[in-house]
């Protein structure tokens, strides 16, 4: 019984509303805390699309749903969410984004478990929701009635940690989506070829980046999927460029690697509607520094007080399609600047690591739960 009992005292449960397959952010936060001797559940979504879960050292729940996007799948996933967690009673509940925090907070309330809010992003700020007023303001309504009861927390960089600081004095820490360092080894670049990975949503430039591969003299490969899919498939029929333009779809973690080290560089674009796009630290900034490759990047304050330490990119103030072309032609021409900014990412990675990273988390949920 005392064995039990203490398990059942260690138990973190983690709410998504993603395919947990894709999300690494996740893996490594579910991974760490699992292996530091916490049970961990996270739970997420299932669909038709839905590829069989990965083994892992945590426990995995998928809730199946009808619907896959829009109004619909919110509703379903908060009442499918909201009776799992009613059956449920673990040391801790983690809502990941704002999107599943209201069954945590009903939830923790009825039963009295302590909960703590994991902020990836200002979710009220994306565009695809600023720009839509209605969608806005539920959602704003939401961040009100729930944020400013979540003592405990954590986001991945400092303007968010202030912005939320502003919005509902609630000091939360900061702890980084950054990659786990393993031994670099970059192959040889047979073809110079771009790399986006990563969400094909609002807000991510795929408008002026399509176009812009017009003037630039090598192929774009996009692994990924997303709200903004239909649309990119539309402009690369547009430009006529399907000849340089390859939609790899989505791309499991452990083979996303393979598509990383091959490329030339990477690219982060961002467009300025809306503060979480203006004050984002995106997972592929830090797995290109990883795999060795330069970046096209958005000078936006975070990208730019790492470039600043680090220089591992070329940064550009506008996300116009002729700045992008130029930037991306910079990288394929200066073979100098290129090969300073790859050193720069090998010395990087060194210091921007999960294994630094992990120890602020486990330090964390130690102060949380024990």
Known sequence: MLNR?????????????????????????CTSLANAGYDVLLVGTKTIASKPLSASTYRQKRL????TKGKLFYIEFNIRLL?????????????????TILPCYIVSRIKNIPRLYDAHELFCEMKEVVTRPLIYRFWKRIEQLTVPNFTNGYTVNEPIKTELKRMYRRD???IRNVPL????EIPEKID???????AV????????LIPAMQYVDAQLIICGDGNFMDQTKDLITKYNLSHKIVLAGKVLPADLPSYTNKAWAGITLFDKTGLSNYYSLANRFFDYIHAGIPQLCVNYPVYAEINNLY???????????????????????DLSLYRQLQQNCLLAREKLNWQHEEQKLLEYYKKIIG
């Open 83 to 99: 009776l799992f967690l009613l059956h449920k009673t673990p040391a801790l509940i983690c809502a990941v984004d704002l999107d």
């Open 201 to 208: 949503n609002e807000g991510r430039c795929f408008e002026t």
């Open 311 to 333: 220089k591992i990119g070329v940064l550009i103030d506008n996300v116009g399609t002729l700045e992008i072309a130029e930037g991306l032609n910079l990288l394929l021409k």
């Open 5 to 29: 009992a203490c398990c059942i005292m260690k138990t973190i449960l983690f709410t998504v509303t993603n395919d947990l397959t894709y999300d690494q952010r996740m893996i490594r936060i």
């Open 172 to 174: 939360y820490a900061v």
């Open 181 to 184: 360092l393993k031994t670099a």
């Open 192 to 198: 110079r070829h771009f790399l986006y990975q990563g």
């Open 64 to 67: 199946k749903l009808l619907f």
